[in-house]
């Protein structure tokens, strides 16, 4: 990685101290991969907890972590845009506290922003993990280019075939817009996942590189699975189940089209049907997964390589399953490799 004063990009880490044990071990993914940017924690833990995470990022004096602290009660993407604003960065990026990140295809997503000013926002191929019973599992996180440069054919196509962007890196003044305004316009997590997805896509193109970016570990007790276990109805599948449904997507749809007027004017003829159409298979990704697009053939490509051994990315892979199973034992490797180095 470059020095520190040369990584343009600030990593955003909502954690809170029941986590801390997730907490200490994505620090240790950071650590062993000697990343030196900047590295910002939302803290949302109770007053009397705020010492425990603190207490651990005290142990890994190479990474550059600074803590802000947050109302437990605080909205998700108000700590995000809370952040972002502190941030000194051109580039923000969200971390998940039990998420693996790439931090070479990072790098690539700078490089491609500060190259191509048209685009709001780049990520990498992502993917998840989960171990069962010793069985490792691999799955797909389906992500898509969007570089159309009719800003109204490239919002119904994101939401004909959705990408989700919230773990791009993102320029960091339009982040903050897409987070605050996602806020204001609509009151369900599902939606606000939606439309702060869909207002980066109209602030700017999206590049999906063909580079492994990020994985992230499924897991059967976190929070997305648990209301789905519990039938919530304001979460996928059973969301299309609540009385309160078309009042969200009314929201939703009134709210991005006064986005899309504000930035790009009144729409062209043929868009309201458009839109329309392209709400049906926003909902079918919701229920099913469904979209409009086939697979893209350099995805299929790249999730391939995590079954070759001799790949980068079936090592990358190893590592992160490693460390979530091991992290002590992958943390006193680490240190011990760097003990022995040669000095510079």
Known sequence: MKSKDQIPVTLIVPTVASRADLFRRVLIHFELYHYRGPILVSDHSAESDRDILAGVASKFRSLDVTFRYHDPELPFLERLADCA??????????????????????????????????YAACKGRMAFFRIKNNDLKVSGHRGRTRNEPNVFTRL????????????????REQFIESCRRTLETTRNVIFWQ?????????????QTLDE??????????????????????????????????????DEFRRGLLAILEEKAGPAPDGFSASFEDALVWLVRHGIAKQQMEPPELREEQLYKKFGDATTAEARFLGTCVATAAEPSRMRAQGLRQLENQPAS
Not at 94 to 114: R, V, Y
């Open 85 to 118: 604003e502190l941030a000194t960065t051109p580039y923000t990026a969200l971390h998940a506290d039990d998420d693996f990140m790439h931090f070479g295809a990072l790098a690539s997503c700078t490089d491609f922003l500060n190259a191509n000013a048209d």
């Open 156 to 171: 119904t196509r994101h939401l004909s075939s959705f990408t989700a962007t919230l773990y791009s890196v993102h320029r």
């Open 194 to 206: 939606y439309l702060s997805s869909c207002i980066t896509i109209v602030q700017g193109k999206l």
């Open 212 to 249: 492994l970016f990020y994985m992230r570990q499924q897991n059967t007790t976190g929070w997305q699975q648990t209301l789905i276990n519990e039938r919530d109805t304001e979460h996928w599948p059973y969301l299309i189940t609540s009385p309160e449904f078309s009042g969200y997507m």
